[in-house]
Nanobody, 117 residues
Framework: QVQLVESGGGLVHPGGSLRLSCAAS????????MAWYRQAAGKQRELVAGITSGGITNLKDSVKGRFTISRDNAKNTVYLQMNSLKPEDTAVYFCNVHIYALNLEVWGQGTLVTVSS
């Protein structure tokens, strides 16, 4: 069974930085697309950043220039480096991966990021 373990959330002041990590385990097949979503209180879950197995990335417009997504395929781990954080970035951040060989999509448990002074 594929499992995702997220880490790196917490409380940070506006303008600060955090780095989220998500490690996938239990898959005998390659991890394909990996992504980070977020869900703020009372709002729908939204895509923040995605990255293909080949390293092609896409970012939500509001985080471009501040967030960077990367991955280590050898470790089946995806990262989200978040700089210049704003209060509106406050949300639960979820890791998401696709394993095309299994037609499988897996979600992490979520990690809370709070940006507040």
């Amino acid at each position: 069974q594929v499992q995702l373990v997220e880490s790196g959330g917490g409380l940070v002041h506006p303008g600060g930085s955090l780095r989220l990590s998500c490690a996938a385990s239990g898959s005998m097949f390659s991890i394909n697309a990996m992504a980070w979503y977020r869900q703020a209180a009372g709002k729908q879950r939204e895509l923040v950043a995605g990255i293909t197995s080949g390293g092609i990335t896409n970012l939500k417009d509001s985080v471009k220039g501040r967030f960077t997504i990367s991955r280590d395929n050898a470790k089946n781990t995806v990262y989200l480096q978040m700089n210049s954080l704003k209060p509106e970035d406050t949300a639960v951040y979820f890791c998401n991966v696709h394993i095309y060989a299994l037609n499988l999509e897996v979600w992490g448990q979520g990690t809370l990021v709070t940006v507040s002074s």
